[in-house]
């Protein structure tokens, strides 16, 4: 079943820790993290790395079960089963996406939600699973806002603010929180 939690600015808001953890369904200290800094090609997308990596060492996983994977390969499904969770970090969603389709993630990711893995993205992240740019990942059929200061839905799209995120659970999709 595909999970994904698509954020605008990361655990931001700690419900999203909270989300991730319980829905993770193992301990924090065994979780194991496929961490993509692809994104982050520019010097304001470095500085955000360690945010981050942050998100997920301030809810329990331990640094060294976090992988870093610069989209530089195709994985395999069974390196693919052995991580809860992929973090997708924001910068360009452009680079990003083509980065991703040049190793066939979006095939990767289908087969990593056979494994219960959940799939978080930061900004850019979150972009490419939406249909903001020609040949997404097609995970959500909406464009997606990010960053953006007042929240707000329409028909073809979501803009979120930092405080905010999508979470995709099978069939079921609700933008967090929900008020």
Excluded at 52 to 62: E, I, K, Q, S
Excluded at 158 to 173: F, K, P, R
Aim: charged share 25%.
């Amino acid at each position: 079943m595909r999970r994904l939690l698509l954020t605008s600015a990361g655990f931001e808001n700690p419900m999203f820790a909270e989300l991730f953890i319980k829905e993770s369904g193992i301990s924090p200290d065994k979780i194991k993290v496929l961490f993509i800094p692809t994104a982050a090609i520019d010097e304001g997308g470095k500085a955000m790395l360690p945010k981050c990596r942050a998100d997920l060492t301030g809810c329990g996983v331990p640094d060294e079960n976090i992988t870093v994977y610069d989209l530089d390969r195709q994985l395999s499904e069974a390196e693919i089963s052995d991580y809860r969770a992929i973090y997708v970090c924001g910068g360009s969603p452009e680079y990003l996406l083509d980065r991703m389709n040049a190793v066939d993630f979006g095939e990767m990711l289908k087969t990593a939600f056979k494994h219960r893995l959940i799939y978080i993205g930061v900004s850019a992240g979150s972009i490419v699973c939406c249909n903001n740019l020609s040949k997404n990942l097609g995970f959500y059929s909406k464009k997606i806002g990010v960053h953006c200061d007042t929240a707000s839905i329409g028909e073809d799209y979501v803009n979120l603010t930092d405080n905010q995120a999508i979470w995709i659970c099978g069939e079921n999709i609700t933008v967090l929180p929900v008020e």
